[in-house]
C-alpha cells in the first residue's frame, strides 16, 4: 500500500492567512486558494475587491500546480514557446491554466500540494504565492 503525504486544512489556513495578511499590507486584494497533492481545492479566499474571474482561476492554478508538480508560468512559458510550443488543450483538462502565481509544496522532495493566487500580476500573483509555500515548506 502506498502512502501519500499530502497538505492539511491547518496548513492551507496558515498559508492563506499569511497571503491575506501581505495583500493587505500592500493595499492589493486576490483570491487564493490552496490545493492537496492531487490539486483538489482545501481553502479558499475571496479577497474584498478581488475580480470575480480571479476565483475559479486561482482554484485551476493550484488544481494545476498540483497535478503537474510544477509551476504554473512554466506551463505557461512551455506553450508560448515558439519552437516547442503547443495548445493548453495538450493537458486534456480545461482546468489548466499557463498563468503565473500557481506554486507547488514540495516536503522531502514529494509535492503534497499547491498555493495559487490571482488577481494581480502574474508576478505579484506568484510573489504572495511563494509566501504561503515557503510558510508551509518551512512548518
Known amino acids: 500500500m502506498k502512502t501519500i503525504n499530502t497538505l492539511d486544512f491547518d496548513d492551507a489556513k496558515n498559508a492563506i492567512d499569511r497571503i491575506v495578511q501581505k495583500a493587505t499590507e500592500i493595499k492589493k486584494a486576490a483570491s487564493v486558494a490552496v490545493a492537496d497533492s492531487h490539486g483538489d481545492l482545501l481553502y479558499f479566499v475571496r479577497m474584498d475587491g478581488a475580480p470575480v474571474s480571479s476565483i475559479q482561476i486561482s482554484i485551476n492554478k493550484a488544481w494545476t500546480a498540483a497535478r503537474e508538480r510544477k509551476p504554473t508560468k512554466d506551463i505557461g512559458d512551455r506553450i508560448r514557446h515558439p519552437e516547442k510550443g503547443h495548445d493548453i488543450a495538450y493537458y486534456g483538462d480545461p482546468k489548466y491554466v499557463g498563468w503565473g502565481?500557481?506554486?507547488?509544496?514540495?516536503?522531502?522532495?514529494?509535492?503534497?500540494?499547491?498555493?495559487?493566487?490571482?488577481?494581480l500580476s502574474s508576478e505579484e500573483d506568484a510573489a504572495l504565492a511563494a509566501l504561503g509555500v515557503e510558510l508551509i515548506a518551512g512548518g
Open 101 to 119: 502565481g500557481g506554486l507547488p509544496v514540495l516536503k522531502n522532495g514529494q509535492v503534497v500540494g499547491a498555493v495559487a493566487v490571482s488577481g
